[in-house]
């Protein structure tokens, strides 16, 4: 049986490499260069679950039970560096027994830390910090972590093609047949028999999932980040109040990184960084770390989120959960051995992919049980040892 996944993602890197342990035979399809969109722009948190811990306790513990579970088999890729929520005002004094209790419940180890005990563990902190929470935060090298899953799965037998854009998704009566595709090094078209297709394409899951003539609820929804160089920290620190504009610092490197705004677009492809945004962010920032209004300015970016459903007012409303849709028995959009998944978080990447591929396995009828969660991945430079083989272009 042969699976096609459009988007060459976090997410379709692990789908592609779960759906390849368990014995299919699978080509990923990417327009471009893998990571090269919303993935490759994230600034790279490895979310404990705290941030979302308030608002839905699932999600946290589910963001916490795959941080335990990247450790353990892709370690190369992630800076357990833990993290500080801190509280500046007495709204956020106020909030934080909620916020350690849900935590608690959450399954995510916390502890409260007084103004000289925050201080002592991140010295750039604002010293006006009334107390401070610490989490098991992190962050991820947010281009290796998708090569170490590309990597297992090529090693595995899957074939990768990139800059291969999807413009057609072929059925016959009510069951997808295959994908037609445009090679963009050659400039032809050809078409990929398939009997299953899998939509892993982020922001743009709305685009492809309307070539198999689907509708699919899903909002992108822009962030703005802003990197300063100097690494000004090296916990990741938090705002200690509700989820909002530029509330995060996430170290990479040598560079420290604060995000992100929000708002919702209708196409991905025309997403311009707002000058005000940048402004807005290192504003905020100084907030949390003095230190960024002396700090040289480095870049700013903009990523689209994939959320899933449809919203208003920027869309942080909407859960960041993920979701996996098989449009089979959908009236109208009807389309038998058709899947997207939308929704979801760089950290919760591997579950996406398990979750995709026991879908693909009750569609196919087949029992096998997913091994990822305990096999260690290939290095990410293993990525570039490999070969192309005959028909792969090499990435």
């Known amino acids: 049986m042969h699976v096609a996944i459009v988007g060459g993602g976090g997410t379709g890197a692990a789908i592609l490499h779960d759906l390849t342990q368990r014995g299919f035979r699978c080509t990923l399809l990417e327009r471009g260069e893998l990571t090269s969109g919303t993935t490759g722009r994230h600034h790279g948190q490895l979310h404990s679950g705290a941030r979302y811990a308030v608002g839905d306790v699932e999600i946290a513990r589910e963001c916490m039970e795959e941080v335990t579970i990247l450790r353990r088999i892709a370690a190369e890729s992630i800076e357990m560096n833990y993290g500080l929520f801190i509280a500046l005002d007495d709204d956020d004094v106020d909030y934080s027994p909620e916020f350690e209790r849900a935590c608690s419940d959450a399954g995510i180890p916390n502890r409260r830390l007084s103004t ?4 002592r563990h991140e010295p750039g902190i604002n010293p006006r910090t009334r107390h401070a ?19 297992t799965a090529r090693s595995g037998g899957a074939t990768i093609r990139t800059f291969c854009e999807a413009i057609g998704i ?110 807005r962010l290192l504003d ?28 208003d007012a920027g869309g942080r409303q909407l859960s960041r959960n993920f979701q996996v849709i098989t449009h089979a028995g959908e ?30 396995c009750r569609y196919a009828g087949l029992s096998i049980a997913g091994r990822t969660a305990d096999t260690p991945l290939l290095a990410h430079r293993d990525f570039w ?8 272009p090499v990435a």
């Open 116 to 119: 000289s005990d925050a201080l």
């Open 133 to 151: 929470v610490m989490v098991p935060d992190g962050t991820i090298d947010a281009y290796r972590l998708p090569l170490q899953f590309f990597a």
């Open 170 to 279: 072929d059925s016959a009566n009510g069951r997808v047949s295959g994908v037609t595709v445009r090679d963009h090094r050659t400039g032809r078209d050809e078409r990929i028999a398939a009997d299953i297709v899998i939509n892993a394409a982020g922001p743009w899951a709305g685009a492809v999932a309307a070539l198999a003539g689907v509708d699919l609820p899903i909002t992108p929804a822009p962030g703005t980040m802003v990197a300063v160089k100097g690494r000004l920290c090296n916990m990741v620190v938090s705002h200690l109040h509700p989820p909002g504009d530029g509330d995060i610092i996430v170290p990479q490197r040598n560079l420290s990184i604060v995000g992100s705004t929000q708002w919702e677009v209708d196409d991905p492809d025309a997403i311009r960084t707002p000058p005000d945004d940048i402004h």
């Open 284 to 311: 905020r920032a100084c907030d949390l770390v003095p230190a960024f209004a002396d700090a040289e300015y480095h870049a700013a970016w903009t990523a689209a989120r994939p959320l899933s459903g449809r919203a």
């Open 331 to 360: 009236g109208s959009d009807d389309v038998a051995g058709f899947f997207s998944v939308t929704g979801g978080k760089a950290t919760v990447l591997r579950a996406m992919g398990e979750a995709v591929a026991d879908q693909v």
């Open 385 to 392: 040892r490999q070969t192309g083989r005959v028909g792969e």
